[in-house]
């Protein structure tokens, strides 16, 4: 059966993460969206295979859904849940399912008949800073998914902790001397993971697979750093994707980070203004900065984007993919993609030192550029950069 995961008409509500990834593989709690409904499918045995509709130049990376009448198609912002996903499963051929006006999935290609959920569903996202608003729920449901019926590593006596039956630890990873308070929130520590000497980690929290604190660190819930992040200083309600780093001390809140970023030395970034007004935002929609009704926002980085040391921020700055900043003061709230510089003077990354770029930071993990990432990142160079 083939799997769909449709973005739902969000591509550019949730940019800058949407220009590099279809919704479904947005990091949202412990897992990425998609993973959350392969988790269940797994463990049912579903026989599947995962596709997307989403837009045409992501298709030379992630593989393009073509709907039949056995495949069954989700709305990629969408969190699985265990009601959820048992009610997917249930759906008959030209059933869709509704939670008020939302449509979650379809079987089939032709809607022939309606079914509402009978749940109220709020594990979803639609705009950039619910990643991070959200980010406790969609962490606490996965950490019931992913630990249940599940002994946890011990933990070593070197370290301090609060509700400890809160706390699961994977095999392989290694905590030294830290303090971690569960009272607030689940902890979890995945396989091969790594907490530092002196790090204090307040929950909700999730350490992916292979990633590491850093000494002395200092992480407020929720806060999730994705697989092979380095992450240091005070963070507090962020989400680092995957493969990106923020090793030195600086403060970093109500942020989103995406994929192969790195954020320099001492680099701040705000996330409440001095008149406690609702901040203002950059959308890809309009192109222009708009008004929110949220309170607290930092910093939404796009893939492949980096800092200069004692790099500073206003709130609710969004910065695109493959940007490098640098220099003194702070850059615009709005950092388009590909931009070289930062307050006094900027211009157009050139591709290729981009190219280059990227792949220098991805060889480090392993990893490569591949033909698909230069597709995407050209036509993003071409059609978005200033």
């Given at each position: 059966?083939?799997?769909?995961?449709?973005?739902?008409?969000?591509?550019?509500?949730?940019?800058?993460?949407?220009?590099?990834?279809?919704?479904?593989?947005?990091?949202?709690?412990?897992?990425?969206?998609?993973?959350?409904?392969?988790?269940?499918?797994?463990?049912?045995?579903?026989?599947?295979e995962?596709?997307?509709?989403?837009?045409?130049?992501?298709?030379?990376?992630?593989?393009?859904?073509?709907?039949?009448?056995?495949?069954?198609?989700?709305?990629?912002?969408?969190?699985?849940?265990?009601?959820?996903?048992?009610?997917?499963?249930?759906?008959?051929k030209?059933?869709?399912?509704?939670?008020h006006?939302?449509?979650?999935?379809?079987?089939?290609?032709?809607?022939?008949k309606?079914?509402?959920?009978?749940?109220?569903?709020?594990?979803?996202?639609?705009?950039?800073?619910?990643?991070?608003?959200?980010?406790?729920q969609?962490?606490?449901?996965?950490?019931?998914v992913?630990?249940?019926?599940?002994?946890?590593?011990p933990?070593?006596?070197?370290?301090?902790?609060?509700?400890?039956?809160n706390?699961f630890?994977?095999?392989?990873?290694?905590?030294?001397?830290?303090?971690?308070?569960?009272s607030?929130?689940?902890?979890?520590?995945?396989?091969?993971?790594e907490?530092?000497?002196?790090?204090?980690?307040?929950?909700p929290?999730?350490l992916c697979?292979k990633?590491?604190v850093?000494?002395?660190?200092k992480?407020?819930?929720?806060?999730?750093i994705?697989?092979?992040c380095?992450?240091?200083?005070?963070?507090?309600n962020?989400?680092?994707?995957?493969?990106?780093?923020?090793?030195?001390?600086?403060f970093?809140?109500?942020?989103v980070?995406?994929?192969?970023?790195?954020?320099g030395?001492?680099?701040?970034?705000?996330?409440?203004?001095?008149n406690?007004?609702?901040?203002?935002?950059?959308?890809?929609?309009t192109?222009?900065?708009?008004?929110?009704?949220?309170?607290?926002?930092?910093?939404l980085?796009?893939?492949?984007?980096?800092t200069?040391?004692?790099?500073?921020?206003?709130t609710?700055t969004v910065?695109?993919?493959?940007?490098?900043?640098?220099?003194?003061?702070?850059p615009?709230k709005?950092?388009?993609?590909?931009?070289?510089?930062?307050v006094e003077?900027?211009?157009?990354f050139?591709?290729?030192?981009a190219?280059?770029?990227?792949?220098?930071m991805?060889?480090?993990?392993?990893?490569?550029l591949?033909?698909?990432?230069k597709?995407?990142?050209t036509?993003?160079f071409?059609?978005?950069?200033?």
């Amino acid at each position: 059966m083939q799997i769909i995961f449709n973005d739902n008409g969000l591509h550019k509500s949730l940019a800058p993460f949407t220009l590099t990834r279809p919704v479904a593989e947005i990091r949202f709690g412990i897992m990425t969206i998609r993973e959350s409904w392969e988790y269940y499918f797994d463990a049912y045995n579903v026989d599947y295979e995962t596709a997307y509709l989403t837009e045409a130049y992501l298709y030379a990376k992630f593989k393009e859904g073509i709907p039949n009448d056995e495949s069954i198609t989700i709305a990629g912002n969408y969190k699985a849940s265990p009601e959820l996903v048992e009610a997917v499963l249930n759906l008959k051929k030209g059933e869709a399912l509704y939670s008020h006006s939302d449509k979650i999935a379809q079987k089939g290609c032709i809607e022939e008949k309606t079914i509402n959920l009978a749940i109220e569903y709020t594990c979803l996202i639609e705009k950039p800073w619910h990643i991070f608003e959200r980010n406790s729920q969609a962490s606490i449901k996965d950490f019931q998914v992913i630990t249940k019926n599940r002994t946890s590593q011990p933990l070593n006596a070197s370290n301090r902790t609060t509700n400890p039956e809160n706390i699961f630890i994977e095999e392989g990873a290694k905590v030294e001397h830290a303090i971690l308070n569960a009272s607030t929130g689940p902890i979890y520590i995945g396989k091969n993971a790594e907490v530092m000497e002196g790090a204090i980690i307040r929950g909700p929290f999730a350490l992916c697979e292979k990633a590491v604190v850093k000494m002395g660190a200092k992480i407020y819930g929720a806060t999730t750093i994705g697989p092979e992040c380095k992450v240091g200083g005070e963070v507090s309600n962020c989400i680092f994707q995957s493969y990106s780093n923020k090793g030195h001390d600086g403060f970093l809140g109500n942020s989103v980070i995406g994929e192969w970023c790195n954020i320099g030395a001492d680099s701040n970034s705000s996330n409440l203004k001095n008149n406690y007004s609702n901040v203002k935002v950059y959308s890809y929609e309009t192109n222009q900065i708009e008004s929110t009704d949220i309170l607290f926002c930092g910093l939404l980085m796009g893939d492949h984007s980096k800092t200069g040391i004692n790099t500073m921020f206003n709130t609710a700055t969004v910065v695109g993919v493959s940007a490098n900043i640098f220099g003194a003061g702070f850059p615009p709230k709005y950092i388009p993609s590909f931009t070289w510089g930062g307050v006094e003077k900027t211009a157009k990354f050139n591709k290729d030192k981009a190219f280059q770029v990227a792949e220098n930071m991805m060889q480090r993990r392993g990893k490569n550029l591949t033909e698909g990432d230069k597709e995407i990142l050209t036509y993003l160079f071409d059609r978005l950069a200033q």
